[in-house]
Each structure stands twice: as structure tokens, then as C-alpha cells.
């Protein structure tokens, strides 16, 4: 019997473009943006310096920021920037979850995934 994807999460997983509000409460955000190429082959980290400031200035509890496939080194770049910026005496840990999921097939190899990662030096995270 194929599973209807679209639908499985319906009611547990909600979409906004409000960062600030979900920011502001949010236990964990896993940071899902893109990191494109460059001229010289380097990566664009704008987009995640871009979230990691938005993150920094909205939280208001201690959190969990999850970075998944990314350049060796930029977890320890968003750490730093969260930090520069922060707003509230929150604390804020941050972790590597690369993921390898299939295009097409994201949602079925989350929930039935080969293999998992997690990367940290913190037990709190």
C-alpha cells in the first residue's frame, strides 16, 4: 500500500513565513537553506548568516540550532555569529545533522533513514 506522503504530517508540522514569532519559542531549528556555489567553487554562506542573525536577535529561551549538510567549519561560524548578535541571555548550542535524502523522496527517507547523524560537542544538544 503506498503511503500518501503529502498528508502524513498533517497537523504535527506547520509552515510560516513569521520567523520571529517562531523563533522566539522554538526548542530546535534546523536550518534548511541553500549554501550555492560561487564563482571561485566556494559556497554562499549569506543565506545562513542571514538566519543565524534572524535566530539570534528573536529567541528568547534556550535552544537547539541544527545545521544539516554544510562546508566543514560553518557550524563553528553560526555558533559564533549567534553568539555576536544574540539579544537574550538564552543559551544556544549548535549541531551538525547532515542528511542524505533522496530528491523526491525526502519525507520517506526521514522517517525510515539508513543512517543518522548527529554531530556536537555538548551533551546538552
Known amino acids: 500500500m503506498k503511503k500518501d506522503w503529502k498528508n502524513y504530517a498533517a497537523g504535527r508540522v506547520d509552515y510560516t513565513t513569521d520567523y520571529k514569532s517562531?523563533?522566539?519559542?522554538?526548542?530546535?531549528?534546523f536550518l534548511g537553506v541553500g549554501t550555492p556555489e560561487q564563482l571561485d567553487g566556494s559556497a554562499d554562506l549569506s543565506y545562513i548568516a542571514t538566519v543565524a542573525r534572524q535566530i539570534?536577535?528573536?529567541?528568547?529561551?534556550?535552544?537547539l540550532v541544527?545545521?544539516?549538510?554544510?562546508?566543514?567549519?560553518?557550524?563553528?561560524?553560526?555558533e559564533q555569529f549567534i553568539k555576536d548578535f544574540l539579544i537574550n541571555d538564552v543559551r544556544v548550542e549548535v549541531a551538525s545533522n547532515p542528511e542524505f535524502l533522496a530528491q523526491g523522496s525526502a519525507v520517506h527517507d526521514t522517517l525510515h533513514a539508513a543512517r543518522i547523524i548527529i554531530g556536537t560537542d555538548s551533551k546538552w544538544a
Open 22 to 29: 517562531t523563533y522566539r519559542d522554538a526548542d530546535a531549528i
Open 56 to 63: 539570534a536577535e528573536n529567541i528568547e529561551k534556550d535552544c
Open 66 to 78: 541544527v545545521v544539516s549538510t554544510v562546508p566543514v567549519g560553518t557550524n563553528d561560524k553560526v
